[in-house]
């Protein structure tokens, strides 16, 4: 009786240690992190997309919250919302901060001297906690032609983006750069300054990147199997998550406009999975953005 009862004891242990804790990725930043322009961010936004590529093992919360600024002093400071504080809350294992626009209006860039400064409190701010998590920073993406809501593409991309990667370099923090990775992407941002669908899905692609380990820029084998007369399902190593699914009407000619699919990806533990229903679209590839 006593050795059953210590057998149990030990299933019990042994169950508990598999079943490891997910590892939290918090999400910051305006309303880029959000979902601004998306019919459903909690499906179309890159947290939500970064989630479905990393799986159950991790846990991704997305504390976006449209028109702030890292900027104490700006004019709708990140550092007064409850997102702020609940992210702290989270206790995260991993914190990735993209902040940053909003500072580009003219009312918030006055202030610019303090930029620096107050994002280094606000990366102390979670680097003491008791996770001691992975500090990420990325640049905002690029802001195309003249810009909107006041935000100044030329001040994100010759004053904004080099600060964020002064201080990414320094040592025990990680740098995404969206600006350089996202340059030229105008199609990707139908209002200038918000991804759409479409954009999201390479902003996840590059983000995993960077919080799994730099993958192969080999392109991956895509395997395509029709499931119904206008559906089909393309898949893909799981190790090719940074790469995105791209599809055309034709290979060459007027026809030939390779866009990014916006539907979802699914891990399904060893291969990502992505269903289409092709319409007229023929052709499918992997880009790495």
């Known amino acids: 009786m006593f ?79 409850s997102a702020y504080s609940r992210s702290l809350a989270f206790k995260p294992d991993i ?5 940053g626009t909003n500072d580009s ?30 500090m990420v920073l990325g640049t905002p993406p690029p802001v195309f032609k003249n ?4 935000i100044r593409p030329a001040v994100v991309a010759d004053e904004i983006a080099p600060l964020v990667r002064q201080l990414a370099a320094e040592p025990g923090r990680e740098l995404v750069d969206f ?14 300054v918000h991804p759409d669908s479409r954009g999201t899905s390479p902003m996840a692609a590059i983000l995993w990147e960077t919080i799994v380990g730099p993958a192969s820029e080999e392109e991956p084998e895509l395997r395509l199997d029709p499931v119904a007369s206008n559906r089909a399902a393309l898949e893909w190593p799981r190790t090719g998550a940074g790469f995105v699914v791209t599809m055309s009407p034709a290979l060459s000619g007027p026809q ?20 289409n ?11 790495r953005p």
């Open 3 to 81: 050795r059953s009862l210590l057998l149990v004891v030990f299933l019990c242990l042994v169950i508990t240690v598999s079943r490891a804790a997910p590892i939290k990725v918090a999400c910051i930043g305006d309303s880029i992190t959000e979902g601004a322009g998306l019919s459903s961010p909690g499906v179309e936004g890159y947290p939500a997309k970064l989630q479905r590529l990393l799986g159950p093992a991790y846990q991704v919360s997305n504390f976006g919250v449209s028109g702030r600024t890292l900027l104490k002093k700006g004019d709708y400071p990140y550092w007064k919302e």
């Open 179 to 192: 600006h350089t990775r996202l340059a030229g992407r105008t199609e990707w941002f139908p209002d200038t």
């Open 105 to 134: 209006k003219p009312q918030n860039w006055r202030h610019s001297t303090n930029f620096m400064a107050d994002f280094e409190e606000l990366i102390a701010s979670y680097a003491s906690l008791e996770t001691r998590p992975r």
């Open 256 to 275: 030939a406009k390779w866009v990014v699919s916006p539907t979802p990806i699914y891990n399904n533990g060893d291969v990502l999975r992505q269903t």
């Open 277 to 287: 229903s092709p319409s007229n679209v023929r052709y499918y590839r992997l880009l």
């Open 95 to 99: 914190v990735f901060i993209l902040l």
């Open 147 to 150: 810009g909107a809501f006041d």
